[in-house]
């Protein structure tokens, strides 16, 4: 028995490090048919043994397990995403602003923007047990078996690893394994796959992970998360991370940089931007990062990207067509947007007829006429937009545009603000692509989800005069529906189940869904968690709003005057009568106290015991409110590490209480 598992042992790291030569380290030291043998060898011991046979065996690596639903696990941190660059001078303003942040000296290391999906994979004990896809960046899918089957990552680590360990990662479609798949998909008479990315991301979540074994997918690391702190970057946690097995840019050629200056970045995009065509895989850009974890913290996040970290983007691909007519679509707020109607045109896989141009000001800059032949590129977004025109194409005669001065559905005199770059239709109340825009926006997923209603629906509510704003709809009867053409009973039945339905609904996704400007899904949550109750957010000033963390002026401005708006009030004071939600469950609120009521903190520097996020969390879910500066209001500076000098001036001058991170757990506790 012994010599059994001594066999079995020896096979299972025979070909670990077989695979990782081949797979990690692009280095052949097993032929092909060595390797097939021994693993055949070791998948007949295992059957024969299963007791000795471990889960991240190297047999694993063929897939087998069959996932009809994967789980959905929530994040320990949030997987967020970058903010993006187009040029020198965007990064140019983006190192200043850091330099602004600290007073340190700030390294960068310059990596390549991989082109695929985002995986965040555990370690306990140097075994991987989970692999998680980003999903919505606070939860994602668990496709552990499927990750399992990709060669360069390890199913066990090597060295001196840390215990518990997350690494998150690109998995790409290598372009080679890709060409062969869609080859072999044509022999077959199957359609093929359209780009990489796409196909990668669907073969993560496909059902049967023996088939995801074949496909040939690969990883790169990009981050490394864990409480042991042995290294004091994001380079230095990247060789580590190489130390212990993983696929890493390290030790490949100008892969990863660090770098002192622009010049030396804008060195490593533009020697990618060339270069690119020549990888085994597609990149979309560069992403540059502040590599002292200490400065990071310091640098902190936005509610969707980390500040310390910027994506590069390259320009995408571009054509040249004719403009042929201006249109304007007027928003849910109000704001006019201009758009172009293009002579079609194919551009990276598909035909472009519209694009967006964005505002008064882009017409103006771009000196965009009808008639011109203009330059349409498709960046990340979905709407493709004009970056140029082609002036040796101009014909004499065109005329620059006259942008319209009253609405185009209602008539009204267009409005600007000071320092807004969009025009807007003033009459909220009148003007029907507003009335139906929220509503639209209401009823939509994220908001209030009404099952039995959309878009459409809610333009022939409108067009009855049955609907006019949101409340209207928790009004609506049997009777006045049936009588609408396309209406059978069922479905009358269904939307008024629907609409009574999403009364359950709770209070960050109403608050999203009255649609406040400048208050998205992230801010909304935020806001309902600080303040709990509707009336607290109607009740609070501009001063308090900006002091909450993460919202910020123009945040705080558009709350107070939305509810400065009696009819705003009406409507919330209406969806209210109708049983809405309008403050936090019992069940959101279960898990909070209410000790630090009344008591404002401030974080500084980096902490031992807990992350910044974590500490902020205790302070939330106990009453107290978390503040991103320091004024006469503060209660506590919680003061960490390497406080920046000016921070702790601001605090002693204006005699603000400082305690340390134990104090504060001390202060919670007691
Ligand atoms: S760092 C907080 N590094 O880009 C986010 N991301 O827009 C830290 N990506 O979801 C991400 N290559 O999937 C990082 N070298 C790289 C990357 C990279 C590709 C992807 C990643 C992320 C998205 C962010």
């Not at 609907?467 to 609506?476: C, H, I, K, N, Q």
């Not at 400048?518 to 002091?547: C, F, M, P, S, W």
């Not at 000016?646 to 400082?658: C, I």
């Amino acid at each position: 028995m012994a010599n059994i598992q001594a066999e079995i042992q020896t096979l299972t790291e025979e070909l670990k490090e077989a695979n990782h030569q081949y797979y990690v380290l692009d280095n052949s030291v097993l032929s092909d048919y060595d390797f097939d043998m021994k693993l055949k060898q070791l998948q007949k011991l295992e059957e024969a043994h299963p007791e000795f046979a471990s889960d991240n065996s190297p047999t694993k690596r063929v897939g087998g397990a069959v996932t009809k639903k994967f789980n959905t696990v929530k994040h320990d941190i949030p997987m967020l995403s970058l903010a993006n660059t187009y040029s020198k001078d965007e990064l140019e303003e983006w190192e200043a602003r850091n330099q602004k942040l600290t007073e340190q000296k700030i390294t960068y290391v310059c990596e390549l923007k991989y082109d695929g999906v985002a995986i965040g994979i555990k370690y306990k004990n140097g075994e991987l047990v989970q692999a998680v896809t980003r999903g919505d960046g606070a939860q994602g899918e668990e496709v552990t078996c499927n990750v399992k089957t990709i060669r360069s990552i390890p199913l066990s680590l090597r060295g001196d690893f840390p215990e518990d360990l997350e690494i998150r990662g690109e998995i790409f479609y290598p372009l080679q394994n890709f060409q062969k798949l869609n080859e072999q998909r044509e022999e077959l008479g199957e359609p093929t796959f359209a780009n990489p990315r796409n196909t990668a991301s669907g073969t993560l979540k496909m059902q049967d992970s023996a088939v995801v074994a074949t496909r040939g997918l690969d990883c790169m690391l990009y981050s490394v998360h864990s409480n042991s702190k042995d290294y004091p970057g994001h380079y230095e946690s990247v060789e580590a991370a190489a130390s212990w097995g993983i696929k890493t840019p390290i030790a490949r050629p100008r892969y990863i940089e660090t770098c002192d200056t622009i010049e030396q970045i804008m060195g490593f995009v533009e020697y990618w931007d060339k270069q690119r065509s020549k990888l085994p895989f597609e990149i979309d850009g560069v992403v540059v990062k502040v590599n002292n974890y200490r400065i990071q913290e310091e640098l902190g996040f936005t509610a969707k990207s980390p500040r310390w970290a910027i994506s590069f983007k390259f320009k995408a691909e571009a054509a040249l067509t004719r403009l042929n007519e201006i249109t304007y679509q007027v928003g849910r707020t109000g704001a006019i947007t201009p758009v172009a109607n293009l002579e079609p045109v194919l551009l990276a896989g598909t035909t472009v007829k519209r694009a967006s141009l964005h505002n008064a000001d882009q017409i103006e800059k771009l000196d965009i006429r009808v008639g011109d032949y203009v330059y349409v590129e498709k960046g990340g977004e979905i709407i493709p937009k004009i970056t140029g025109v082609e002036l040796s194409k101009r014909d004499l005669l065109v005329m620059p545009v006259d942008y319209i001065a009253n609405c185009p559905e209602c008539d009204t005199e267009l409005i600007r603000k000071e320092g807004e770059a969009q025009h807007y239709c003033p009459n909220d109340l009148g003007c029907p692509p507003q009335i139906t825009g929220r509503m639209q926006h209401f009823i939509s997923r994220k908001a209030m989800d009404i099952d039995g209603l959309g878009s459409e629906t809610i333009e022939l509510l409108f067009q009855e005069k049955l609907v006019g704003s949101p409340a209207d709809l928790y009004e609506l009867t049997f009777e006045q529906l049936i009588q609408l053409e396309r209406f059978a009973e069922k479905s009358v039945n269904n939307l008024i189940a629907g609409v009574a339905e999403s009364k359950a609904i709770p209070f960050e996704r109403v608050l999203y869904g009255i649609g406040i400007r400048y208050v998205g899904e992230t801010v909304a949550k935020k806001l309902a968690k600080h303040y709990r109750t509707i009336d607290g957010i109607v009740n609070a000033t501009l001063e308090e709003l900006v002091n909450v963390d993460e919202i910020g002026e123009k945040i705080a401005e558009s709350l107070v005057q939305f509810f400065a708006d009696e009819r705003n009030v009406e409507e919330v004071r209406r969806l209210k009568a109708h049983g809405l939600q309008f403050e936090l469950s019992e069940a959101q609120l279960a898990n909070t106290t209410t000790k630090l009521k009344g008591l404002t903190f401030v974080l500084s520097g980096v902490f031992e015991h807990h992350s910044r996020n974590e500490l902020k969390a205790m302070i939330e879910n106990n009453g107290g409110k978390n503040s991103g500066s320091i004024s006469k209001k503060t209660s506590y500076l919680i003061r960490g590490e390497n406080m920046g000098p000016s921070k702790l001036a601001k605090a002693e001058k204006l005699e603000v209480k400082m305690i340390s991170e134990t104090e504060f757990v001390e202060l919670l506790n007691g």
